[in-house]
Protein backbone atom coordinates (compact mmCIF):
# COMPACT_ATOMS: atom_id res chain seq x y z
CA UNK A 1 0.00 0.00 0.00
CA UNK A 2 1.52 3.34 -0.99
CA UNK A 3 1.91 5.76 2.13
CA UNK A 4 -0.49 9.06 1.52
CA UNK A 5 1.61 12.45 0.67
CA UNK A 6 0.98 14.88 3.08
CA UNK A 7 -0.36 18.14 1.71
CA UNK A 8 2.07 21.44 2.27
CA UNK A 9 1.85 23.92 4.31
CA UNK A 10 3.75 26.01 2.84
CA UNK A 11 1.43 28.77 1.98
CA UNK A 12 -0.08 29.29 5.18
CA UNK A 13 3.56 29.08 6.79
CA UNK A 14 4.83 31.99 4.01
CA UNK A 15 1.01 33.78 5.44
CA UNK A 16 1.96 33.20 9.05
CA UNK A 17 5.60 34.93 8.23
CA UNK A 18 4.08 37.76 6.56
CA UNK A 19 2.12 39.07 9.61
CA UNK A 20 4.24 41.76 11.49
CA UNK A 21 4.20 44.97 12.75
CA UNK A 22 3.54 46.37 9.15
CA UNK A 23 0.31 44.51 9.19
CA UNK A 24 -1.23 46.50 11.68
CA UNK A 25 1.08 49.72 11.32
CA UNK A 26 1.02 51.50 8.06
CA UNK A 27 4.11 53.01 6.97
CA UNK A 28 4.48 56.28 8.43
CA UNK A 29 3.62 59.43 6.76
CA UNK A 30 5.57 62.88 7.31
CA UNK A 31 4.35 66.23 6.50
CA UNK A 32 5.77 68.98 7.99
CA UNK A 33 6.27 68.66 12.20
CA UNK A 34 3.19 65.89 11.85
CA UNK A 35 3.68 61.86 11.50
CA UNK A 36 0.93 60.14 11.05
CA UNK A 37 0.87 56.25 11.15
CA UNK A 38 -2.47 54.23 10.06
CA UNK A 39 -3.67 51.55 12.65
CA UNK A 40 -5.98 48.51 11.36
CA UNK A 41 -7.07 45.23 12.66
CA UNK A 42 -5.96 42.30 11.41
CA UNK A 43 -7.46 39.05 11.65
CA UNK A 44 -6.40 35.80 10.04
CA UNK A 45 -7.96 32.18 10.08
CA UNK A 46 -6.14 28.70 9.12
CA UNK A 47 -7.57 25.40 8.59
CA UNK A 48 -6.00 21.66 7.51
CA UNK A 49 -6.94 18.68 7.00
CA UNK A 50 -5.91 15.27 5.58
CA UNK A 51 -6.38 11.79 6.02
CA UNK A 52 -6.42 8.31 4.41
CA UNK A 53 -8.67 5.31 4.22
CA UNK A 54 -10.37 2.49 5.53
CA UNK A 55 -11.78 -0.75 4.18
CA UNK A 56 -14.91 -1.78 3.59
CA UNK A 57 -15.84 -2.74 7.54
CA UNK A 58 -15.15 0.80 8.34
CA UNK A 59 -11.91 -0.40 10.31
CA UNK A 60 -8.32 0.30 9.40
CA UNK A 61 -6.35 -2.45 7.67
CA UNK A 62 -4.12 -3.62 9.62
CA UNK A 63 -2.57 -6.92 7.26
CA UNK A 64 -1.04 -5.62 4.26
CA UNK A 65 -0.60 -9.02 2.82
CA UNK A 66 -4.15 -9.56 2.96
CA UNK A 67 -5.47 -6.28 1.51
CA UNK A 68 -3.57 -7.40 -1.80
CA UNK A 69 -5.24 -10.66 -1.84
CA UNK A 70 -8.85 -8.88 -1.38
CA UNK A 71 -9.89 -6.68 -4.44
CA UNK A 72 -13.16 -5.42 -2.51
CA UNK A 73 -11.40 -3.45 -0.19
CA UNK A 74 -11.77 0.18 -0.40
CA UNK A 75 -8.85 2.67 -0.43
CA UNK A 76 -9.01 6.26 1.00
CA UNK A 77 -7.79 9.43 0.12
CA UNK A 78 -8.19 13.46 1.70
CA UNK A 79 -6.87 16.33 1.25
CA UNK A 80 -7.89 20.29 2.17
CA UNK A 81 -6.41 23.43 3.54
CA UNK A 82 -7.18 27.14 3.61
CA UNK A 83 -6.49 30.50 5.16
CA UNK A 84 -8.15 33.97 4.89
CA UNK A 85 -7.42 37.12 6.30
CA UNK A 86 -8.49 40.62 6.62
CA UNK A 87 -7.53 43.74 7.53
CA UNK A 88 -9.84 46.63 8.81
CA UNK A 89 -8.96 50.37 9.21
CA UNK A 90 -9.35 51.24 13.19
CA UNK A 91 -7.55 54.85 13.38
CA UNK A 92 -4.34 56.65 12.75
CA UNK A 93 -1.54 57.82 15.66
CA UNK A 94 -0.58 61.60 15.07
CA UNK A 95 2.77 62.99 16.40
CA UNK A 96 3.05 66.16 16.18
CA UNK A 97 4.41 69.46 18.55
CA UNK A 98 1.60 69.20 20.85
CA UNK A 99 2.18 65.24 21.67
CA UNK A 100 0.92 61.80 20.19
CA UNK A 101 -2.73 61.35 19.90
CA UNK A 102 -4.30 58.25 18.70
CA UNK A 103 -8.01 59.10 16.53
CA UNK A 104 -10.26 56.28 15.94
CA UNK A 105 -11.78 56.23 12.57
CA UNK A 106 -15.96 55.45 13.55
CA UNK A 107 -18.45 54.28 11.04
CA UNK A 108 -21.59 57.33 11.46
CA UNK A 109 -23.85 54.86 9.41
CA UNK A 110 -22.81 51.53 10.84
CA UNK A 111 -23.97 52.53 14.87
CA UNK A 112 -27.49 54.11 13.67
CA UNK A 113 -28.85 51.15 11.24
CA UNK A 114 -27.80 48.72 13.64
CA UNK A 115 -30.32 50.70 16.35
CA UNK A 116 -32.79 50.76 13.43
CA UNK A 117 -32.48 47.02 12.34
CA UNK A 118 -32.70 45.97 16.32
CA UNK A 119 -36.02 48.14 16.17
CA UNK A 120 -37.70 46.51 13.14
CA UNK A 121 -36.34 42.85 14.95
CA UNK A 122 -38.29 43.91 17.82
CA UNK A 123 -41.42 44.61 15.97
CA UNK A 124 -41.66 41.56 13.89
CA UNK A 125 -41.31 39.58 17.02
CA UNK A 126 -43.89 41.29 19.65
CA UNK A 127 -46.48 41.12 16.27
CA UNK A 128 -45.57 37.60 15.72
CA UNK A 129 -45.85 36.98 19.33
CA UNK A 130 -49.38 38.94 20.09
CA UNK A 131 -50.43 37.37 16.80
CA UNK A 132 -49.77 33.47 17.57
CA UNK A 133 -51.96 34.71 21.14
CA UNK A 134 -54.83 36.33 19.06
CA UNK A 135 -55.37 32.46 17.19
CA UNK A 136 -55.01 30.84 20.29
CA UNK A 137 -57.37 32.53 22.12
CA UNK A 138 -60.11 32.52 19.20
CA UNK A 139 -59.18 28.47 18.46
CA UNK A 140 -60.66 28.27 22.48
CA UNK A 141 -62.99 30.16 22.38
CA UNK A 142 -64.55 28.20 19.22
CA UNK A 143 -63.35 25.34 20.82
CA UNK A 144 -65.68 25.91 23.89
Keep these: METPKILSTEPIEHMVDRIGVDSVFGQPTKEGDVTVIPVAQVSYGFGYGGGYGHGLNGEADEDEDEVEEDESV ?3 GGGGAGAGGRA ?3 GYIRIGADG ?3 Q ?3 D ?7 GIFMIVWSVFWVTWTIRT ?3 AVASR ?3 A
Design 133 to 135: LIK
Design 100 to 102: VTY
Design 74 to 76: SEG
Design 108 to 114: EIRVPLA
Design 104 to 106: AIS
Design 141 to 143: KKG
Design 88 to 90: TPR
